[in-house]
């Protein structure tokens, strides 16, 4: 299992950067963070069960691991907020970019995953740990709160 879980880590090296970026915020920590999902994924390889959600599985540690990035720098920072850096903005649109990022963190991942990323609705599902027809309904609304934000 550790070999195929290397061939996801490998095959999918830029968009786990990618999503830690869009969390953190600064190339050394989303580094950092896919760094770090690596080893742990690496290292509990031998808990996979079903070689079939591998992939999520992996995506579901790098979000995790981003979370508690994020939530470690906010404590260091605590009231003073951290400076967006946008000189490599992840996204061409700033508005669409701005406007993701006035969603909040689920509403993110879930369109970071599907529109992003390529994720299947139903793998995105599998990685947030969520149902399926809640999923769309979230989906649906946060897309909305998008156009809202642009318009």
Do not use: P
Request: proline content about 0%; some cysteine; charged content about 30%.
């Amino acid at each position: 299992m550790q070999s195929k879980v290397e061939q996801v880590i490998l095959s999918s090296y830029e968009s786990m950067y990618r999503l830690a970026y869009s969390y953190v915020r600064n190339e050394q920590d989303a580094m950092d963070v896919v760094q770090e999902s690596a080893y742990k994924c690496i290292a509990h390889a031998a808990e996979i069960r079903q070689e079939q959600y591998i992939k999520t599985w992996v995506w579901r540690i790098v979000m995790n691991t981003a979370l508690e990035w994020k939530k470690r720098l906010q404590r260091e920072v605590a009231t003073d907020q951290w400076k967006e850096e946008a000189k490599e903005a992840m996204y061409t649109n700033l508005d669409v970019q701005k406007a993701l990022h006035s969603l909040d963190e689920r509403e993110q991942m879930i369109i970071t995953l599907y529109y992003y990323e390529g994720f299947k609705l139903e793998e995105v599902a599998q990685i947030m740990e969520m149902n399926l027809s809640t999923l769309k309904s979230t989906l649906y609304r946060s897309l909305k709160k998008m156009k809202q934000y642009v318009e």
